[in-house]
């Protein structure tokens, strides 16, 4: 059967078309597969610092990956001081990140500290955060100190929030490690925009 040019055209542009969008998905696959570490790629911020210059919020993207506690690697707010809410934020140097997994290793031995505390993944630095609730920990009983947390989200930041705190002290963030797995997501972004406008 022989057809029009105009039809031979239109089935030319809608297999191109599935073809791309089907490369765009395989390649999404693979960069999600493909995931790494993202905290070389931003800075560290927290509510407040405990010691002067130790207990810097960066010293919990950096090795080692442990739950020793040391001033010098891991990250320390003050106690005390806000009652009411303490805070560890990571904001990437780039637009978006597709977040997958986050990793925490908390300081040894203070489970309770750590008891009811809250991940978020943001797009602005606000506090209390106002973003995708990646993890709350609400079972009863002490957290376990070294956790992977599945969070499938887009965000610019990651927050370690933490209103609940001890009796004694309030709340008080000490991480000692803190892995944010995923992808830079310029192309995933430009892709999901391309995909899109294929489908429709």
């Not at 690697?73 to 780039?94: E, L, N, R, V, Y």
């Not at 597709?98 to 500290?113: K, L, S, V």
């Not at 957290?143 to 309030?170: F, H, M, R, S, W």
Request: hydrophobic fraction near 35%; glycine fraction near 6%; charged fraction near 15%.
């Amino acid at each position: 059967m022989v057809y029009p040019m105009k039809v031979v055209s239109r089935l030319s542009v809608r297999c191109n078309n599935m073809l791309l969008v089907m490369l765009i998905h395989t390649i999404l696959q693979l960069s999600v597969t493909a995931q790494k570490n993202l905290t070389p790629f931003g800075i560290a911020s927290q509510s407040t610092v405990y010691g002067g210059t130790l207990s810097n919020p960066n010293n919990a993207i950096l090795p080692p990956i442990s739950n020793d506690f040391d001033l010098n690697i891991c990250s320390h707010t003050k106690d005390g001081i806000d009652p009411s809410a303490d805070w560890w934020m990571f904001q990437f140097s780039f637009e978006l990140a597709y977040i997958t997994d986050i990793t925490i290793y908390y300081r040894t031995e203070f489970a309770y500290r750590m008891d009811g505390f809250k991940i978020y993944v943001t797009n602005t630095s606000a506090i209390p955060p106002n973003g995708y609730l990646c993890y709350e920990d609400s079972d009863p009983g002490l957290p376990n100190i070294t956790q992977n947390i599945p969070c499938y989200e887009l965000g610019k930041y990651v927050i370690y929030y933490d209103a609940t705190g001890d009796e004694l002290y309030g709340p008080v963030v000490e991480l000692c490690y803190v892995a944010i797995n995923g992808e830079i997501t310029f192309e995933y972004t430009m892709c999901m925009h391309i995909s899109h406008n294929y489908r429709t």
